[in-house]
Nanobody, 123 residues
Framework: QVQLRESGGGLVQAGETLRLSCVGS????????MAWFRQAPGKERDFVAA????????VYADSVKGRFTISRDNAKNTVYLQMNSLKPEDTAVYFC????????????????WGQGTQVTVSS
């Protein structure tokens, strides 16, 4: 089990950038696949991006491909989400989560979650 805490959200204008961070505590952070999800008001929680345990493989939702970059620093127990060219439709609460299988894309497949950080993009 890993405890997760996100930071870095905020209010930005369309076209601007933000970098989210998620720090993990507990044992064996580097053994976990890490992912970002987001949830807009009244909508389901959606997969955004994932990175494998060593950081060599990443995968993105089509809606963010080419604009968002997921990365990790296992020495710091931290995973990042660099968000460029933000759009109003990116507005959501962003969550980081951990799992053991890189193929997992559904929220139910991720046992551990952070509390979320709000990202608001104005037009």
């Amino acid at each position: 089990q890993v405890q997760l805490r996100e930071s870095g959200g905020g209010l930005v204008q369309a076209g601007e950038t933000l970098r989210l961070s998620c720090v993990g505590s507990g044992r064996n952070f580097s053994h976990y696949v890490m992912a970002w999800f987001r949830q807009a008001p009244g909508k389901e929680r959606d997969f955004v991006a994932a990175i494998n345990d060593r950081g060599g493989s990443t995968v993105y939702a089509d809606s963010v491909k080419g604009r968002f970059t997921i990365s990790r620093d296992n020495a710091k127990n931290t995973v990042y989400l660099q968000m460029n060219s933000l759009k109003p439709e990116d507005t959501a609460v962003y969550f980081c989560a951990s799992t053991l299988n890189f193929r997992n894309r559904r929220p139910i497949e991720y046992p551990d979650w952070g509390q979320g950080t709000q990202v608001t993009v104005s037009s």
